[in-house]
T-cell receptor
Framework: DTGVSQNPRHKITKRGQNVTFRCDPI?????LYWYRQTLGQGPEFLTY????????KSRLLSDRFSAERPKGSFSTLEIQRTEQGDSAMYLC??????????FGSGTRLTVV | EDQVTQSPEALRLQEGESSSLNCSYT??????LFWYRQDPGKGPEFLFT???AGEEKEKERLKATLTKKESFLHITAPKPEDSATYLC?????????????????FGKGTKLSVIP
């Protein structure tokens, strides 16, 4: 068990392009979360999966954002038509229960 | 809407100089609270879960306490390797309610720098 893995670690993209991030949770964890963090702020919740079902979505998750977790394993977060305001660290976390998450190291997105 | 406020925003300590970080929250009913540590360029690392007022948890030089309105993270004789941003977060439901999934509300964090 190597923890929660996120790829890529860094992504630079031009405004208007689509990007996709991947998260591999801890294998026995059935719960998976996506958060976004900007400089000087705490993480903000985006969405939550229990197994393959997406059970919660934040108002922050505009229609340009979509997340999937096929077969309840890894998850992808796609941002379409990126905007400069999308520049942030995108964090994935997983858990087996309510008792705290394990976060990955994040994907830092820069939109130029 | 749940609000979590951490103070101070930044704290510089000399090595060995003990201090406390504060996390205050306005939520409907005490639900428990999490503390995390975050190093630059990394995701938050779980430190403690506190479930009820009066509860205390310790780990090395860190001790977390919880009241009905706030939590403190006490750092005793800190070392330079304790330098990091410390985040607290509250869940939308009581942690022991079995309510299932939750989205945590995080504070902005306290950036701690420990100078040798």
């Amino acid at each position: 068990d190597t923890g929660v893995s996120q790829n890529p670690r860094h992504k630079i993209t031009k405004r208007g392009q689509n990007v996709t991030f991947r998260c591999d949770p801890i294998s026995e964890h059935n719960r998976l979360y996506w958060y976004r963090q900007t400089l000087g702020q705490g993480p903000e919740f985006l969405t939550y999966f229990q197994n393959e079902a997406q059970l919660e979505k934040s108002r922050l998750l505009s229609d340009r954002f979509s997340a999937e977790r096929p077969k309840g394993s890894f998850s992808t977060l796609e941002i379409q038509r990126t905007e400069q305001g999308d520049s942030a660290m995108y964090l994935c976390a997983s858990s087996l229960s309510e008792n705290g998450y394990t976060f990955g190291s994040g994907t830092r997105l820069t939109v130029v | 809407e749940d609000q979590v406020t951490q103070s101070p925003e930044a704290l510089r300590l000399q090595e060995g100089e003990s201090s406390s970080l504060n996390c205050s929250y306005t939520v409907s009913g005490l639900r428990g609270l999490f503390w995390y540590r975050q190093d630059p360029g990394k995701g938050p690392e779980f430190l403690f879960t506190l479930y009820s007022a009066g509860e205390e948890k310790e780990k090395e030089r860190l001790k977390a306490t919880l009241t009905k309105k706030e939590s403190f993270l006490h750092i005793t004789a800190p070392k330079p390797e304790d330098s990091a941003t410390y985040l607290c977060a509250v869940p939308p439901f009581r942690l022991d309610s079995g309510a299932g999934s939750y989205q945590l509300t995080f504070g902005k964090g306290t950036k701690l720098s420990v100078i040798p």
